[in-house]
C-alpha cells in the first residue's frame, strides 16, 4: 500500500465518483433555474408588451386631468364674476329701491299737504286775507 500510483488512481477515482454524485444533485437545480429563467422571459415578455400602452394611457390621463384642472379653474372665476356682478346687481337695485322709498315718501307727503290745503275750511276772513295779500303783491310789483 505504499504505491503511490495506487494511491493517485484511488484518488482520482474519489473525485470522478464526487463529481458525478454533485452532477446528480446538481441536475434538479439546473431544471428549476431553466424553468425560472422561461418564466422570467415571459414576464419580461408580457412587460415589454404591457407597460408602453399603459405608460401612455397614464400620460393622456395625466394630460387630460391637466386639462380638466385648467376648465374647472376658469369654471370657478367665471363663477366669481358672475357672483361680483349680481352682487353690484343687488347692490344697486337696493340703492334704487331705497331712492324709490325716499320719492315715494315725498310724492305722499306733497300729496297730503296738497289734500289738507284743498280740504280745508275756507273763512271769509281767510279768503281776504289771501285775496289781500295776493292784490298787494300784486301792486307791490306794479
Known amino acids: 500500500m505504499t504505491n503511490?500510483?495506487?494511491?493517485?488512481?484511488?484518488?482520482?477515482?474519489?473525485?470522478?465518483?464526487?463529481?458525478?454524485?454533485i452532477l446528480i444533485a446538481l441536475l434538479p437545480a439546473v431544471y428549476a433555474l431553466a424553468r425560472t429563467a422561461r418564466s422570467v422571459e415571459r414576464l419580461v415578455d408580457t412587460l415589454n408588451r404591457d407597460i408602453p400602452p399603459t405608460l401612455e394611457a397614464l400620460r393622456?390621463?395625466?394630460l387630460e386631468i391637466s386639462e380638466l384642472t385648467d376648465d374647472l379653474t376658469e369654471g370657478v372665476q367665471s363663477a366669481g364674476e358672475v357672483v361680483k356682478q349680481v352682487d353690484q346687481t343687488l347692490t344697486t337695485a337696493k340703492q334704487q329701491a331705497q331712492?324709490?322709498?325716499?320719492?315715494?315718501?315725498?310724492?305722499?307727503?306733497?300729496?297730503?299737504?296738497?289734500?289738507?290745503?284743498?280740504?280745508?275750511?275756507?273763512?271769509?276772513?281767510?279768503?281776504?286775507?289771501?285775496?289781500?295779500?295776493?292784490?298787494?303783491?300784486?301792486?307791490?310789483?306794479?
Open 60 to 62: 393622456l390621463t395625466g
Open 4 to 21: 503511490p500510483l495506487f494511491w493517485l488512481g484511488l484518488s482520482l477515482l474519489l473525485v470522478a465518483v464526487s463529481l458525478t454524485v
Open 99 to 142: 331712492q324709490v322709498q325716499i320719492t315715494t315718501k315725498s310724492v305722499f307727503t306733497g300729496l297730503s299737504a296738497a289734500w289738507q290745503t284743498l280740504t280745508r275750511k275756507s273763512t271769509p276772513s281767510s279768503k281776504n286775507r289771501r285775496l289781500k295779500g295776493s292784490s298787494s303783491s300784486n301792486s307791490d310789483k306794479k
